[in-house]
Every structure is written in C-alpha cells, then in structure tokens.
C-alpha cells in the first residue's frame, strides 16, 4: 500500500497569512493526487486534482504542485472560511489512501 | 447538478450488520464508479471499497475484506455498503464518493454501534 504522509498536522495562522502544506507518498504516484477540505461535521470538498488542477468553483487562492512523491497545498491569503482540516489522497492505484490530516486553526 | 444522497443514520448491536444507500443524480450513473469512504470520531479518512457501477466489479480494501459488500441498482442509480458483523470500531460517518477522484460526496451517514 501507498503510506501518504502529510506535514504539519496542525498549525495556526492568522488572516491574510500564506500556508502551505505538504504531503510525501512513499512510492511514485505521477500526478495522481488529489485535496480536500473538511469542515466540523461536513463532507470533505474536493479541492485538486491531478496535483495541481482546481475544481471547478474553488477559488484561485488555492494551489498546488508537485509530481512523483512530494506535493504541496499553498493557501495565499488564509480567510475565515478556510479554517478547516486539509488532506491528500492519492489514486495511482488501489488501495486509496489519505494523508492524516492537517489542520489549520485561528492564531 | 451532481449529487450523492445517502441513507439516515442508523445505531446497531455488536455483530449485526447494516446497509447504507447513496442515490446519485444529475450524472449518468454507469459511467462512473463509487467509493466508499469512512471517518471513525475524531480520526481520519478511511478508503473501504470501489464499485464500478458498469459491470459491478469491487476493490475492497483488506481491513474490511469479507466484511463488506458493494453493490449497484442501475435502474434507481443507487449504490450500496453492507458491512456485517459490526463492533465499537465500526462506529464512523460513512461517506458515498464518485469514482476514485472522490470529486463528489455524499452527505455521510452516520452509524453507531453500540450495546
């Protein structure tokens, strides 16, 4: 199986700030990789896929690269709203697996 | 649009089994696979299975392996999770997702399981 490791697993920030989180595969995965965005008590909202391509309707203060093993989630200007906890996944091949999380929290 | 609808939350005893639903619409159904997904209090996410809702062939994934079936009714556009034999550690939100890509979730639904 595909470990998928993700730094940090929390961190706080204040408004305005740039975040940037990473996530490391433990083999090769291509682009096939993916982020989400969970809110308390909601389903997780696709952010990216194919490591960098945003979803359709999320805003453009959101990216991402990479390619292989390491990849990067980049917030440009953190917004009340985007207090939440973030994770990768990866589907180069089966079983799916998902970083463990980062969450971003109100300094 | 695109939209998974699942099924209520349920409560179950140790060892019973339970069935969740996920009605998808605004797509068609065949063309596109479903992944279940779980979410135990306060942890993670967890892949479980795929179905492709072409042919109904499964990936499961081994900690659920022999637990769990996936199914598809094309004709309601509606997949199905049965896990049996359920303990304390089952007891998560359970999430529908289209294909491997997860571009699309359901709602969740919950299941406890509990004495």
């Known amino acids: 199986d595909i470990q998928m490791t993700q730094s940090p697993s929390s961190l706080s920030a204040s408004v305005g700030d740039r975040v940037t989180i990473t996530c490391r595969a433990s083999q090769g995965i291509s682009n096939y990789l993916a982020w989400f965005q969970q809110k308390p008590g909601k389903a997780p909202k696709s952010l990216i896929y194919?490591?960098?391509s945003l979803q359709s309707g999320v805003p453009s203060k959101f990216s991402a690269s990479g390619s292989g093993t390491d990849f990067t989630l980049t917030i440009s200007s953190l917004q009340p709203e985007d207090f939440a906890t973030y994770y990768c996944q990866q589907y180069n091949s089966y079983p799916l697996t998902f970083g463990g999380g980062t969450k971003v929290e109100i300094k | 649009q695109v939209q998974l609808v699942q099924s209520g939350a349920e409560v179950k005893k140790p060892g019973a089994s339970v069935k969740v639903s996920c009605k998808a619409s605004?797509?068609?159904?065949?063309?596109?696979?479903i992944s279940w997904v779980r979410q135990a209090p306060g942890q993670g996410l967890e892949w479980m299975g795929w179905i492709s809702a072409y042919n109904g062939n499964t990936k499961y994934a081994q900690k659920v392996q022999g637990r769990v079936t996936m199914t598809t009714d094309t004709s309601t556009s509606t997949a199905y999770m049965e896990l049996r034999s359920l303990t304390s550690d089952d007891t998560a939100v359970y999430y529908c997702?289209?294909?491997?890509?997860?571009?699309?979730w359901g709602q969740g639904t919950l299941v406890t399981v509990s004495s």
């Open positions: 605004g797509y068609t159904f065949t063309n596109y696979g």
């Open positions: 194919a490591a960098s």
């Open positions: 997702a289209r294909e491997a890509l997860l571009g699309y």
